[in-house]
């Protein structure tokens, strides 16, 4: 699976099943999808890296339960740098809404775009996020 197409493939995918596992709140599957060593920039918070796996992990678990998401990505565009390694990004909205108590659909706030700087890494695992920089346009709320 070395072949530039397959790459690819394997990479859209990743941000892909970042999306829905995020949104889905499947935390640790969502970890997964990082190398050990990997670092993750939120587009809520760029300047701030969180490293590794486990990091990765504890942070998304902080998420408020009560907060429901919804990522849409698109433009998704995969440089491959080698066989084991690629550069990507993407494009996000982002559609977040607090989950009313009484069971209704949220009330979702204003779509806040952003893109996703990416970089991928072939491990015994498959192919894994090695960084993944997210940010929100300027001007969009956080």
Known sequence: MHDELSIQRACTDLVSRYAYLNDER?????????????????????????????AILAAFRKRPADTVTFH???????????????????????????????????AAGAPVPGVFIDRFALTEEGWRFAERRGSFWIGSAT
Do not use: N
């Open 72 to 106: 849409v990505c698109s433009d998704i565009l995969i440089d491959v740098q080698g066989k084991d390694a690629a550069q990507g990004k993407s494009r996000i909205l982002l559609l977040s809404a607090v989950r009313p108590l009484d069971g209704t659909v949220p």
């Open 26 to 54: 499947r935390f640790e599957e969502l970890a997964g999808l990082f190398t050990e060593d990997a670092v993750l920039y939120r587009p809520s918070a760029p300047g701030q890296a969180i490293h590794g796996r486990e």
